[in-house]
């Protein structure tokens, strides 16, 4: 019973120690044991060191903007008629005086024309009303008409002078209503919408195109109180184009002496320049100096990009370390560095990849 005990017990401890031996094994502890050491990397070679400092640079703050022309105008017709013609398209070119539109204008012709009868009418009874009154006036002389007659001559011929009078003036209303139904550019510049076509109906103050000058074009911005009250006419600012990857200096031509008590804002008007490639609307911004800032700035050179992140080399005790930065502004050569770099740190150019 003893021994039957004995091997349930012994024969569990004999695995458990068998285990433990095995583990230890594995793990090296019967083997000689090799004292710890630092490996010294190869030192690496790099070119072109450059310390990373601060620099005083002037501090914009940016604004969105929108490009708005100065010289815009919307056509329409002053008269009810049906458009026969429309000589233009949206972007065409046009210079002031040219034909836009004809509108139909055989009611304002036959107007005309009944003007210019009445005139011949009226002419013909005036010139033989003066013709009778010089007569009266000799015969009066000579006592052979009455005094009333001499009276009655005149105020006729002073009645058709005047019914002359009225039918040249009809005339020229005819004639300048005919002038309306043809509508000629006010402005020289583009045509931005063509909104009628031939055939439909114009009325008095339907828009039919809408126009403007290209070179009136300014950059609007709502500015924040605070810089906007410290801007004048004539201050320079820069206006950045996305879309045209362009930076234009601008001269602020307006200040609308208004607050917008939503926004906490006022409307800053800026004159640029004439670009051909720039359009109404466009989307653009505007920076405005409002100081001096340190800034980290960088030659390009020692910028690369993996991707859509940008990265540099940095040296540190003859060994290079990539460091992802981010940047903001390109200024001429150099870019400014946001974040990812300290003054005083090395930048360089690597020979050859580490």
């Given at each position: 019973m003893n021994r039957n005990l004995m091997k349930k017990i012994v024969a569990p401890l004999l695995a458990?120690?068998?285990?433990?031996?095995?583990?230890?094994?594995?793990?090296?502890?019967?083997?000689?044991?090799?004292?710890?050491d630092e490996l010294t990397p190869p030192a690496q070679?790099?070119?072109?060191?450059?310390?990373?400092?601060?620099?005083?640079?002037?501090?914009?703050?940016?604004?969105?903007?929108?490009?708005?022309?100065?010289d815009a105008t919307l056509v329409s017709s002053r008269i009810l008629s049906r458009i026969e013609t429309i000589n233009v398209r949206a972007g065409q070119r046009i210079e002031k005086g040219d034909v836009l539109i004809t509108l139909?204008?055989?009611?304002?012709?036959?107007?005309?024309?009944?003007?210019?009868?009445?005139?011949?009418?009226?002419?013909a009874r005036a010139d033989e009303a003066s013709r009778n009154l010089k007569r009266v006036q000799q015969l009066q002389q000579k006592?052979?008409?009455?005094?009333?007659?001499?009276?009655?001559?005149?105020?006729?011929?002073?009645?058709?002078?005047?019914?002359?009078?009225?039918?040249?003036?009809a005339l020229q209303e005819a004639?300048?209503?005919?002038?309306y139904a043809t509508i000629k550019s006010p402005i020289s510049g583009r045509?931005?919408?063509?909104?009628?076509?031939?055939?439909?109906?114009?009325?008095?103050?339907?828009?039919?195109?809408?126009?403007?000058?290209p070179s009136s074009l300014q950059v609007v911005a709502n500015i924040r109180e605070s810089v906007a009250l410290g801007l004048s006419i004539g201050n320079q600012v820069q206006v950045t184009i996305d879309s045209l990857q362009q930076t234009l200096n601008g001269t602020v031509g307006e200040i609308v002496p208004a607050a917008d008590a939503n926004a906490r804002s006022f409307e800053v008007k800026t004159d640029i320049e004439f670009n051909p490639q720039l359009?109404?609307?466009?989307?653009?911004?505007?920076?405005?100096?409002t100081g001096k800032i340190d800034k980290l700035l960088i030659e390009k050179d020692y910028?690369?990009?993996?991707?859509?992140?940008?990265?540099?080399?940095?040296?540190?005790?003859?060994?290079?370390?990539?460091?992802?930065?981010?940047?903001?502004?390109?200024?001429?050569?150099?870019?400014?560095?946001?974040?990812?770099l300290s003054s005083g740190e090395t930048i360089v150019l690597p020979d050859a990849k580490p």
């Open positions: 458990i120690g068998a285990l433990l031996l095995a583990i230890a094994w594995l793990a090296g502890t019967f083997n000689d044991q090799v004292a710890p070679t790099y070119r072109s060191p450059y310390q990373v400092k601060l620099q005083q640079l002037d501090d914009f703050e940016t604004f969105p903007a929108a490009l708005q022309a100065r139909n204008s055989s009611d304002l012709d036959a107007r005309v024309s009944q003007a210019k009868s009445q005139i011949s009418a009226v002419k006592g052979l008409v009455s005094k009333s007659e001499l009276d009655n001559a005149s105020a006729n011929a002073r009645q058709t002078t005047a019914q002359l009078q009225g039918a040249q003036q004639q300048s209503a005919l002038s045509v931005v919408d063509r909104i009628a076509e031939p055939g439909d109906m114009a009325t008095p103050g339907q828009t039919l195109l809408s126009l403007y000058n359009l109404p609307g466009l989307f653009a911004r505007v920076l405005v100096n910028l690369r990009r993996f991707g859509q992140m940008d990265m540099v080399w940095v040296a540190n005790n003859d060994q290079l370390t990539r460091r992802y930065v981010r940047i903001g502004r390109t200024i001429g050569d150099h870019v400014e560095v946001i974040s990812g």
